[in-house]
């Protein structure tokens, strides 16, 4: 535990490892703050369970200059008041997960990608996990990368965001979802040349019951699915697709969907 019931900090730098062979939390208990530091070529810390910042505290994670995190699933914000954010940035820095990563899984949580940082799941990516969370997840930067071994959703139940600007990239295996299950919220733009989204399978902008999907690719952004891509897919959903600007935004210039 980093921060268990008040406040604790970590640091692993110059080439340090760190292993943990159970669940590790950065901000595990209410009222906590855990703040943890991974940063240098060479300097890691390996997790044999799941890794939670922000378990019902706050918990964040930094991630840099070359440094490796890898664990099972990843969670930011596991619980409702759970606050967590993770940032993963530089050339070289990665953030593995064997499973799955949810931001916002209960509670707030942000992912931020960025300058080269590269971020994957074996499973499902998701931002705005359950209903009541919110997900804010940004990729940005060249060579800044969010690859996804399965499902790719913004938006599940609860309110998500996501942001592909400058060059930043995000793939999905199974296939992408903007606002997936109803009274879900989901808000993606993919913004700037070289900024890319590529999708196997379908891409659904609006999903089932009452959710809502909306999705715009602007400035040379490139949004691609190797299926179908819905908008508005079932009953009661909402889909809206913006290629430039949403109506009533400042002009932009067109992106591109495949």
Do not use: C, K
Request: without cysteine; charged residues 5%; aromatic residues 6%.
């Amino acid at each position: 535990y980093v921060g268990n019931t008040a406040t604790g900090a970590l640091t692993v730098s110059d080439g340090g490892t760190l292993t943990s062979s159970s669940y590790s939390y950065i901000g595990i208990n209410a009222g906590s703050t855990g703040t943890a530091t991974v940063t240098g070529a060479g300097s890691s810390w390996t997790i044999s369970g799941h890794l939670t910042a922000g378990n019902n505290g706050t918990g964040m994670l930094t991630i840099l200059d070359g440094a490796a995190v890898n664990n099972v699933m990843g969670y930011i914000a596991l619980s409702a008041t759970g606050v967590g954010e993770v940032t993963v940035s530089g050339v070289g820095s990665t953030w593995t997960n064997w499973g799955e990563i949810r931001v916002g899984q209960s509670g707030t949580g942000t992912l931020t990608v960025s300058d080269g940082g590269r971020v994957t799941s074996a499973g499902t990516s998701s931002v705005g996990n359950n209903a009541g969370s919110t997900g804010t997840a940004m990729v940005t930067g060249t060579g800044s990368l969010w690859s996804s071994g399965s499902f790719f959703t913004v938006g599940s139940f609860g309110p998500g965001t996501l942001t592909i600007s400058d060059g930043g990239r995000v793939t999905s295996a199974a296939g992408s979802y903007i606002g997936e299950w109803a009274s879900s919220t989901g808000t993606a733009t993919v913004t700037g040349s070289g900024s890319r989204w590529e999708s196997g399978n379908a891409f659904y902008v609006g999903n089932a019951g009452t959710g809502t999907g909306t999705l715009t690719i602007s400035d040379g952004g490139l949004v691609s699915s190797t299926g179908t891509m819905y908008i508005a897919q079932n009953a009661g959903s909402t889909g809206t697709l913006n290629i430039g600007a949403a109506s009533g935004d400042a002009a932009a210039a067109a992106g591109q969907v495949t």
